[in-house]
C-alpha cells in the first residue's frame, strides 16, 4: 500500500525498517536468549517458545481473517472507484 502513494511519503524508508524491526522482534530475542547459559535466560525462552506454538497459529489466522474482511469490505466499498 506504500507504494501506491505519489509521491511516496518523505518517511517511507523509516517505515519500512520499523516494519523489518516490529516483525523480526521475537526471533531475535528467542536467538539472544539462546545464546546465553543462565536458567533465568532459559526458563524465559522456553517460556515464549510455548506461548507462541500454542497462540501463533490462531493468532495469525486471526489477524489474516480480520485483514481479509476489511479488504473486502474496503473492496466492496469502492468497487467504483475500479471503472
Same mark, same amino acid.
Given at each position: 500500500?506504500?507504494?501506491?502513494?505519489?509521491?511516496?511519503?518523505?518517511?517511507?524508508?523509516?517505515?519500512?525498517?520499523?516494519?523489518?524491526?516490529?516483525?523480526?522482534?521475537?526471533?531475535?530475542?528467542? &536467538? $539472544?536468549?539462546?545464546?546465553?547459559? !543462565?536458567? @533465568?535466560?532459559?526458563? %524465559?525462552?522456553?517460556?515464549?517458545?510455548? /506461548? &507462541? $506454538?500454542?497462540?501463533?497459529?490462531? !493468532?495469525? @489466522?486471526?489477524?489474516? %481473517?480480520?485483514?481479509?474482511?476489511?479488504? /473486502?469490505?474496503?473492496?466492496?466499498?469502492?468497487?467504483?472507484?475500479?471503472?
Amino acid at each position: 500500500m506504500l507504494s501506491a502513494h505519489k509521491p511516496l511519503p518523505p518517511v517511507w524508508p523509516l517505515i519500512v525498517i520499523a516494519y523489518c524491526a516490529i516483525a523480526l522482534l521475537l526471533p531475535l530475542l528467542i &536467538l $539472544a536468549l539462546s545464546m546465553r547459559q !543462565t536458567p @533465568r535466560a532459559r526458563r %524465559l525462552q522456553r517460556d515464549i517458545t510455548r /506461548v &507462541l $506454538a500454542r497462540f501463533g497459529a490462531i !493468532t495469525v @489466522r486471526t489477524l489474516f %481473517l480480520v485483514i481479509g474482511l476489511v479488504l /473486502v469490505a474496503d473492496a466492496l466499498l469502492h468497487h467504483r472507484d475500479l471503472w
